[in-house]
């Protein structure tokens, strides 16, 4: 048994360390806010996927999920306006919004304790940063991946990345 700095002793929880120690929850909510949940955090991971599947149906470069045991997860909001597609060969499913088509939850086939959600839903931390990167091999040629950016002349609020020599590209755009 050690003191802290304070004097207290280690073990001897006082009560507010206590409700400290409680699960605290993140919550997030698709772009119409008919649908709203939770997890409880710290989240189990977090990650990039490049795989085709979740590019195309976020119709982004990439999407960045954050993962959560199921049992840590709660819909509080909802849950009659959730629609869901199942993937036959995969066994995975994506759950969207009825209203605004916001995708909401991925289901791996292979994991079913896990439910993976957006890291765009949520508007705070969750404890885990996407230090992971899932299908890197289908990393697209045209994502951002931070080259210096400048002013676009006469657009203002546009910057743009200037084109590299042609004999720097090894592959077409
Ligand atoms: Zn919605």
Known sequence: MSKTRTGRIAGATPVKGRALAQPAQVSGQCLCGTVRFEVDVPARWAWHDHTRASR???????????????????????????????????????SFCKRCGTPLFYERGRSRHMVNIPR????SRTGREPLYHIGIDEMQAWIYTGAPLGPLKGFPGVVWERPRKKKALDFPV
């Open 56 to 94: 195309v149906a976020h119709g982004a470069a990439y999407a960045t999920y954050v993962g959560s045991w199921r049992k840590r997860f709660r819909i509080l909001a909802g849950e009659d306006e959730i629609t869901r597609y199942e993937d036959s060969a995969t066994k995975a499913a994506r």
């Open 120 to 123: 765009a839903l949520f508007k």
